[in-house]
């Protein structure tokens, strides 16, 4: 495995699915890595929550499982992390409740209503986080509201990243970049914000330190050391949030430079040296360091479009139907024919951050066939990531390089189409491991190993680029104002439908989307 005294991070990346830790020498060469699954809870309709002890016993298998592969001094732990997840602690920091993960869209009123005022927005462009279900503000206001018992008990209120730190070091911190995602800093003065705390109903007292991305704790726990094979004074980073660590994972990490991701969902960020978001309230900003920040947008509608459209359009080709799907697609002409769709499956966050939202087909004819209705489907998702990429040039940030990965790059199909609607050439890294990765090199340089962590725009190659087609990016150019327009049009019949919905008979309720920040 290499020089056996060279020094090895292990990046702890712990998802809503799954926590993955993987291991990963100073040139960015993966050593080994190993993942454990979990459960998502849905008791009821808008529910999506875990077990914090779950992903607690998964953290430690997974590097207990890696360190026992290593033949390497390691030197340290270093963590990213789901965001916008939110527990309630007791005073000694056993959970009151689960984890709610960003997909609980329980507080969805609690965050329309906070929207419709003028300190919605405010409260926005000053935390950077949208007033949405997703975060955790509009949860505590629910559980305030539905649950005020439970609510007063609440010594404290973390992140899952939070108190899984909690129990391997003892020590009760959140790092800038997750409390960024949570509705509740001041991105400005990197401070909990007082207006907010007000409106949650909370004080400072109840949330945990806060702490740069960098901080190093200075050891584990015996029972952690016991639990990973490690000796208790191993370094721990404290690390950062999913989205802005994927960026560094993939060499995004000089200002103007975009990461795109799209897996089960999507998300579009680039990286800036300034916090801020534009006056619209289109994006978030996410902090990774005190000195780079993202700026982007998360949709909620990537991969799980495609599935979808087996799932609904071609059900006889079975549950490995993708490959097939994109050959058909592959048959429409750009545009589909004049076919638009909404890909609004699971409603949707950026720009318009709304849980209103439901998909559609506009434009439907007699001549319309499958493979029009799967490409339009495509290019739906390529859309909605447009109106991100204007919404962050609304903010005021150049992009003048996009870097994509995520499960929709294997198809050659998918790839083109994004940079035609783009209208910019994308460029594929050779790596897929883009938050665990961007852990374990903010961590090195945290425990001083590497110089900064600009060193990733140089370990990450470029595997693949694709150029825009002038003639498929005009008719995307043209028909992307339709497809903006689209959702103010429908606004009303989506209030109409949600307010029908309870005489209606729904449909089976998919699982929520694993997160793409």
Not at 11 to 24: F, R
Not at 220 to 247: I, S
Not at 274 to 291: H, I, K, M, N, S
Not at 350 to 367: E, K, N
Request: overall charge negative; proline content about 8%; glycine content about 10%.
């Amino acid at each position: 495995m290499g020089d056996p005294l060279r020094p090895v991070v292990i990046g702890v990346d712990i998802g809503t699915t799954s926590t993955k830790a993987v291991a990963y020498d100073l040139d960015g060469a993966q050593l080994a890595h190993h993942s454990v699954g979990y459960p998502l809870d849905e008791p009821f309709p808008g529910y999506a929550e875990q077990d914090a002890r779950h992903i607690h016993a998964a953290v430690l298998e997974s590097v207990r499982a890696v360190v026992a592969e290593l033949d390497r001094p390691i030197a340290g732990l270093s963590f990213g992390t789901a965001m916008h997840s939110l527990i309630g602690l007791d005073a000694d920091g056993r959970p009151l409740t689960p984890s709610l993960t960003w997909a609980d869209s329980r507080a969805s009123r609690q965050a329309e209503r906070l929207r419709a005022v003028p300190s919605g927005l405010a409260l926005h462009r000053r935390t950077g986080t949208p007033v949405h279900p997703m975060a955790p503000l509009p949860k505590l206001l629910w559980f305030a509201e539905q649950e005020p018992v439970l609510f007063g008990r609440a010594a404290y209120w973390v992140g899952i990243k939070d108190w899984v730190l909690l129990r391997l070091c003892d020590a009760l911190v959140t790092d800038h970049s997750v409390a960024s995602a949570t509705g509740l800093m001041d991105m400005h003065q990197l401070s909990w914000d007082e207006e907010a705390l007000g409106v949650a109903g909370i004080t400072a007292e109840q949330l945990p330190e806060l702490v740069p991305t960098t901080t190093v704790l200075p050891g584990l726990t015996a029972e952690a050391a016991a639990a990973t094979g490690l000796p208790r004074d191993t370094k721990v980073v404290v690390g950062a949030g999913d989205g802005p660590l994927a960026n560094l994972g993939l060499g995004a990490v000089a200002p103007g430079v975009m990461a795109c991701t799209i897996g089960t969902s999507g998300a579009m960020r680039v990286m800036v040296e300034r916090p801020g978001v534009d006056p619209l309230g289109g994006v978030f900003c996410y902090a990774l360091t005190e000195q780079r920040w993202v700026v982007g947008g998360a949709i909620n509608n990537g991969g799980v479009v495609l599935e979808w459209t087996g799932d609904a359009l071609a059900p006889e080709l079975g549950e490995d139907a993708e490959e097939e799907l994109l050959a058909q697609a592959a048959l429409a002409p750009v545009g589909s024919g004049g076919l638009i769709m909404l890909p609004y499956l699971l409603s949707e966050r950026a720009p318009h951050w709304s849980a209103l939202p439901r998909g559609a087909y506009v434009g439907l004819t007699h001549g319309h066939r499958r493979a029009h209705l799967v490409r339009a489907a495509l290019e739906g998702v390529c859309q909605q990531l447009a109106l991100v990429l204007a919404s962050v040039r609304a903010a005021g940030n150049e992009v003048r390089e996009i870097r994509a990965s995520g499960g929709f790059a294997r198809s050659a199909l998918w790839r083109q189409m994004l940079a035609d609607v783009l209208g910019m050439p994308v460029h594929f890294p050779a790596t897929r491991e883009g938050s665990g990765f961007g852990a374990a090199l903010l961590g090195m340089e945290a425990l001083g190993l590497i110089p900064s962590i600009e060193v990733a725009a140089h370990l990450v190659r470029i595997e693949e680029t694709a150029r825009p087609d002038p003639a498929a990016a005009a008719t995307y150019a043209a028909l992307l104002p339709l497809f903006a327009g689209l959702y103010d049009a429908l606004v009303p019949t989506f209030t109409s439908l949600r307010r029908l919905a309870p005489g209606l008979t729904p449909p089976p309720a998919p699982a929520p989307a694993p997160p793409t920040r």
